[in-house]
T-cell receptor, first 109, second 113 residues
Framework: GQSLEQPSEVTAVEGAIVQINCTYQ??????LSWYQQHDGGAPTFLSYNALDGLEETGRFSSFLSRSDSYGYLLLQELQMKDSASYFC??????????FGTGTRLTVIP | SQTIHQWPATLVQPVGSPLSLECTVE??????LYWYRQAAGRGLQLLFYSVGIGQISSEVPQNLSASRPQDRQFILSSKKLLLSDSGFYLC????????????FGSGTRLTVV
């Protein structure tokens, strides 16, 4: 089976940096993805890591350590609009993407 | 550009009634298609995926079924809804052979009463 763990809630100040961690246990592993979901909306794709290391896309960065079964999403220069739920998701096969339960990020002034 | 359409946006159905949710993708060929369900405040649960017309894989045994009658059309159905079928249903597509980057439709919020 698969299991993913991420914090349920995180609060951070506008302009600050926040890191959302994700640990996983899966029977197969192709890569780790991150998605953002605003209340009532659909998830939107942020990043994908198949290899160890850091991927940077603007204010967002994602890191993967396959040996530690661990990854994180780093959000810099937080803005109020970043308040949302963030999901890590493990691709366990060519067509299987399994999601964690999500981290609700609240950005405060 | 590719777009994904999902309808209806909201649906209230009585227990025991049938269900049909439709999803279509435009601007791409032979996409992988997926149905996910999200319970309130929870993560996304993969229900079905399809790699081609008529090819359906079920991840969770349940009261639902899926069909892919055309390359870019994916349908989620039930013959008799249960209260536990309530949730936010999301269709998604991806390019075969690529990693992790799914594009989701806007979702259908189903309430079974």
């Amino acid at each position: 089976g698969q299991s993913l763990e991420q914090p349920s809630e995180v609060t951070a100040v506008e302009g600050a940096i926040v890191q959302i961690n994700c640990t996983y246990q899966t029977s197969g592993f192709y890569g780790l993805s991150w998605y953002q979901q605003h209340d009532g909306g659909a998830p939107t794709f942020l990043s994908y890591n198949a290899l160890d290391g850091l991927e940077e896309t603007g204010r967002f960065s994602s890191f993967l350590s396959r040996s530690d079964s661990y990854g994180y999403l780093l959000l810099q220069e937080l803005q109020m609009k970043d308040s949302a739920s963030y999901f890590c998701a493990v691709q366990t096969g060519a067509n299987n993407l399994f999601f964690g339960t999500g981290t609700r990020l609240t950005v405060i002034p | 550009s590719q777009t994904i359409h999902q309808w209806p946006a909201t649906l209230v159905q009585p227990v025991g009634s049938p269900l049909s949710l439709e999803c279509t993708v435009e601007g791409t060929s032979n996409p992988n298609l997926y149905w996910y369900r999200q319970a309130a405040g929870r993560g996304l649960q993969l229900l079905f995926y399809s790699v081609g017309i008529g090819q359906i894989s079920s991840e969770v045994p349940q009261n639902l079924s899926a069909s892919r009658p055309q390359d870019r059309q994916f349908i989620l159905s039930s013959k008799k809804l249960l209260l536990s079928d309530s949730g936010f249903y999301l269709c998604a597509w991806s390019v075969p052979g690529t990693g992790g980057g799914y594009t989701f439709g806007s979702g259908t919020r189903l309430t079974v009463v």
